[in-house]
Every structure is written in structure tokens, then in C-alpha cells.
């Protein structure tokens, strides 16, 4: 009996391993292909019966199955690669499927130029997917965005690990200055900033008691949010985004605006 036992155990240790195996699908170029072209266009048809993460990269299409059965592709082309560039737009739309598509993550360095798609689909059968991935960027220089927008990291007023909090609560504080749309993209004690809109940020300041896990998190909020316009989380971190929180600041008025927030979380 001993020998079947250690069978079994074996066997379902091997399951998660097997399911976090990341998939390939194919891709053609479209007739309309032009790797020249400041607007580039990246559809992805597949049949989906479950859940599953997209990964598209380049001309790539692969996909890292989380339930149901195995992606079957549906015809999923592009007009030019997914360019290694700073970009000025990057969108997603869900052109048809009956379940949700979710953009968590745009291309960039820190993902190596990767484009990370959630699909969910929780109706019985497979349906028909179409993801639609379109963006702008510069082709004569790829390091430079188009209309002067751009990303960078910022430096935080604390930098000694040393004087990091050890407890299961963490929090961040920001203020600074913005000018229409910031983004702010979290990850451990980094802090990289977009600008979809407008002047760059100016006067940031920022400081973290601890690092954001790189761990499920039992909550992830904004306390003491000050500012004219909007400030919200729009994206909580999960292993999709490689533990990212995403906040976006928009001040519509003329001129910049202060802001400051806290984020706060418990793992």
C-alpha cells in the first residue's frame, strides 16, 4: 500500500505545476501588415471554455490556463508586432464574448514589452473571443512617445530597508502635483508614473512602511485622499500584474492641482 500512496501524492503535487504551464497559439499578419506604421492593431480570436491569462508578445500569442478546457485558436492576426516602445495609447477592447476580458497589464519593460489579458468565461460550452489590441507610438524613435507623453520611476523619501514596518499592515503616502491624467503604477517600494495627459507630475513626494507584497492581499484600500478631481484604484495587485496596484489621478480643471493619498493594505 505504501508504494501506491506515494503515487497519489506525486500526482497531485504535480497538478498546479502542470496548470501554470503557459501555452502557445497561433497568429498570421494581416494584409494590412506594417511594422512602419505609427498605429498598430493586434486581434486575437480564440474559443474560450473557462478562464485563462493571455500573454501577447511580438507576434506571440500564448496563454497560461487557470480552468476549463485548452484555448482553441480562431483566427487571431496583426497588422504589426507589438513594438518594445514607449507608447501613447495602448488600449483593449472586448469585441465579442459572452464572458469578461480585462487588460491587466499594458506592454513595458518590466514585463518585457508583454500585453496581459484575463478572460473569464463561466457559461457552460465554449464561446468565441475577440480581443482587440490597438496602440500609437513612434516608429522613428520608439524611446520617445508620441504627444510628449511618457513614463518614469520616482524616488521615495525612504530608501533604508532597514526602517521598514515587519507587520502584516503596510501602507503608502503620496502628494503631488498633476495636470489632467496621472498614472501611478506600484510595485514592492517602486513608484513608476504615466502621464496620459498633460504636464508631468511635479512636486511628488512618496514614502512606504513597508514594500506591497508580492503575495494575495486581505485588503487594499485609499484612506485620506485629498484633490480636486478624482483619485482611484483602478487595479488591485494579483499575480497577473506581477503584484502591481495601479491609481490613477485625473484633474480636469485648468492649471495643476495638489493631491495626496494614502494607500493602505493587510496581507
Do not use: C
Request: hydrophobic share 35%; charged share 25%; no cysteine.
Amino acid at each position: 500500500m505504501k508504494p501506491i500512496s506515494i503515487l497519489v501524492l506525486l500526482t497531485v503535487m504535480t497538478v498546479p505545476a502542470l496548470a501554470q504551464e503557459q501555452l502557445e497559439l497561433p497568429s498570421f499578419r494581416s494584409n494590412l501588415y506594417n511594422a512602419n506604421s505609427p498605429e498598430g492593431i493586434f486581434d486575437v480570436l480564440v474559443h474560450v471554455d473557462g478562464e485563462a491569462i493571455l500573454y501577447i508578445k511580438g507576434t506571440d500569442v500564448r496563454y497560461m490556463l487557470l480552468g476549463g478546457a485548452p484555448l482553441r485558436d480562431a483566427g487571431s492576426n496583426y497588422r504589426q508586432p507589438i513594438p518594445e516602445a514607449i507608447f501613447g495609447s495602448f488600449n483593449m477592447e472586448k469585441k465579442a464574448g459572452r464572458g469578461t476580458a480585462v487588460l491587466v497589464e499594458t506592454p513595458g519593460p518590466v514585463n518585457n514589452y508583454t500585453a496581459i489579458v484575463r478572460i473569464n468565461d463561466r457559461n457552460s460550452g465554449s464561446d468565441l473571443y475577440h480581443i482587440h489590441l490597438d496602440w500609437t507610438w513612434n516608429p522613428s524613435d520608439p524611446s520617445r512617445p508620441p504627444g510628449g507623453r511618457f513614463s518614469r520611476p520616482l524616488n521615495s523619501t525612504r530608501n533604508d530597508p532597514d526602517e521598514y514596518d515587519r507587520g502584516r499592515n503596510g501602507s503608502l503616502t503620496f502628494q503631488g502635483r498633476v495636470d489632467d491624467v496621472a498614472v501611478l503604477y506600484i510595485r514592492s517600494d517602486q513608484v513608476r508614473e504615466e502621464d496620459l495627459a498633460g504636464k508631468p507630475l511635479r512636486s511628488e513626494r512618496f514614502e512606504f512602511s513597508q514594500p506591497l507584497p508580492s503575495t494575495r492581499l486581505r485588503s487594499i484600500e485609499l484612506t485620506e485622499v485629498s484633490g480636486r478631481g478624482e483619485v482611484e484604484l483602478i487595479e488591485k495587485p494579483w499575480e497577473g500584474n506581477r503584484y502591481t496596484a495601479v491609481v490613477r489621478i485625473s484633474d480636469r480643471q485648468s492649471g495643476n492641482g495638489r493631491y495626496s493619498f494614502k494607500l493602505t493594505w493587510r496581507r
